[in-house]
């Protein structure tokens, strides 16, 4: 790190918008990489050497001119919800908390332009209030940003209707690049793809144009089954029925409802359940419906309660996780698809392989228009190599993984590495831009000597 940047930096930011204490640092430094025992290790010890919180897109370009001329590693930070080490800054350097960018610019029309620093939970409450409300968010809604979402995440509550981030749900992005002088772009179409989940390591995101959905009253609903591949069955014919809207289909198996303390009680003992929000007035359908796969709705929370208790989405999605590790340490997950013509093979092979060392729970959720059968399952942690053999055994059987035991983009199976490297190289020549996150050599991503990827 060169010496006196941080004299300069203070001049540029002043002392309230640069942290240099190391409780800040370390604080800001982390995100929810902890959840897998692989990374944990790794990435324990990794901390900015300074962390800086610009307000606007000027004081932003500056901070960025500035790293960029003393070759500062530049790490982005939202709300620091990723769970895979994404916003760890690997190589020390400056942590940009976007935090303080959280101005939404204009709502209405069916879409939101925002700062990408905006909290999903505030843009939710207020194009609720607007008569809108967002398509997707993740489980974290509450806390994490629209350009950590946009940037670090996938899908989540929603993707059953309108599919993840890749799927026609982010139509426009203003970005910036790593340079002397950071240019901005306005990015759309097909070109988001090198920007959604890019962990930052092709450009900074700093305003956003997302579509919205009518606003609709969401019924939450339990519905039980004796039996898994029943409630998986179930929640593949409530993805395809048009007649239904709905916002979530999460069947999950017994017993792990057991670790969700706070609604532990409104599940039956020993029985499959599927966690719904669908619209208040479909409670006669999807109770014929569930009557059709052998099940019943047993809990319901109505419409006029939704947002004013715990709600079920906060059981699904990486939730799932967060309530099995608050009952017991020593569990991890990963992260499946399931075929979609063969999941319950799939499933029953999985069953008879691992028992209860592995325990299902489904996200049903829309992929290029398609229902598919996304999985968050957990695994009782044993070692890396055994959960390595685990991960092998789901490839053979021709689930796929995307794994969350890596910071590596290119690993993780999600996004588009190739291109994105080739789009890293346009605009983030030193490679600065949160560095060894997307492939794990540094030669590939600081440009000129990469091999194969052209
Ligand atoms: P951060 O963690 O701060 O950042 C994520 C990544 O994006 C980092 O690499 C960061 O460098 C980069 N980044 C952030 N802002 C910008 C920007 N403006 N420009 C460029 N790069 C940027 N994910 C899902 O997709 N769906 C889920 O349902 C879901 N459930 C979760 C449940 C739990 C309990 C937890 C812990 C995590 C879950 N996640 C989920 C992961 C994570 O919460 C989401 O991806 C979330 O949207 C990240 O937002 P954030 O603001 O915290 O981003």
Not at 301 to 307: N, V
Not at 419 to 441: E, F, Y
């Amino acid at each position: 790190m060169a010496i006196g940047w941080e004299k300069d930096m203070l001049d540029l930011v002043g002392d309230e918008r640069l942290l240099l204490d190391a409780e800040s640092r370390t604080r800001l430094s982390k995100d929810y990489y902890w959840y897998s025992p692989v990374l944990e290790p790794k990435l324990r010890q990794k901390l900015a050497d300074g962390v800086v919180l610009p307000s606007n897109e000027e004081e932003l370009v500056k901070v960025l001119s500035l790293a960029y001329r003393r070759s500062i590693p530049v790490t982005v930070r939202g709300a620091g919800t990723g769970n895979y080490g994404q916003a760890v800054p690997l190589q020390g350097g400056l942590v940009i908390d976007l935090s303080r960018m959280d101005r939404i610019l204009e709502l209405g029309g069916g879409t939101a332009r925002v700062q990408c620093g905006v909290k999903l939970g505030t843009l939710e409450r207020r194009a609720r209030e607007e008569g809108w409300e967002l398509r997707i968010y993740p489980s974290t809604f509450m806390k994490a940003t629209v350009g950590g979402f946009v940037c670090g995440g996938s899908g989540g509550i929603g993707s059953v209707t309108w599919g993840n981030l890749w799927d026609g749900n982010v139509l426009e992005a203003a970005v910036y690049t790593m340079e002397a002088e950071p240019r901005r772009l306005v990015v759309r179409g097909q070109e988001l793809f090198d920007y959604i989940h890019n962990y930052g390591t092709t450009g900074i995101v700093t305003e956003l144009l997302i579509p919205l959905a009518p606003r609709t009253e969401w019924m939450q609903s339990i519905v039980q089954f004796p039996e898994l591949g029943a409630a998986v069955q179930f929640g593949e014919a409530l993805t395809r029925d048009g007649s239904i809207a709905k916002r979530l289909v999460s069947p999950m198996e017994w017993p792990i409802p057991v670790c969700f303390t706070p609604i532990a009680s409104r599940f039956q003992p020993e029985e499959a359940a599927v966690l719904l929000e669908t619209a208040d007035v479909t409670y006669g359908a999807v109770q014929k419906l569930a009557e059709d796969f052998g099940g019943g709705i047993g809990h319901v929370t109505e419409a006029a309660q939704y947002r004013k208790t715990i709600g079920l989405s906060d059981f699904t999605w990486n939730h799932t996780t967060l309530w099995a590790l608050k009952g017991d340490p020593n569990v991890t997950y990963l992260q499946a698809g399931f075929s979609p013509g063969d999941y319950l093979k799939q499933m029953g092979l999985i069953k008879s392989a691992f028992g209860s060392e592995v325990l299902l729970h489904f996200e049903w959720i829309r992929s290029g228009g398609e229902p598919a059968l996304s999985s968050l399952p957990l695994v009782k942690y044993r070692s890396e190599e055994r959960l390595y053999e685990i991960i092998a055994f789901f490839e053979k059987i021709g689930v796929r993984i995307f794994d969350p035991h890596t910071w590596v983009l290119a690993d993780g199976g999600r996004g588009e590495a190739g291109s994105m490297l080739r789009r890293k190289r346009l605009n983030d020549p030193q490679g600065l831009l949160n560095p060894g996150k997307l492939t794990a050599s540094p030669h590939e991503e600081e440009g000129g000597t990469a091999h194969g990827h052209g």
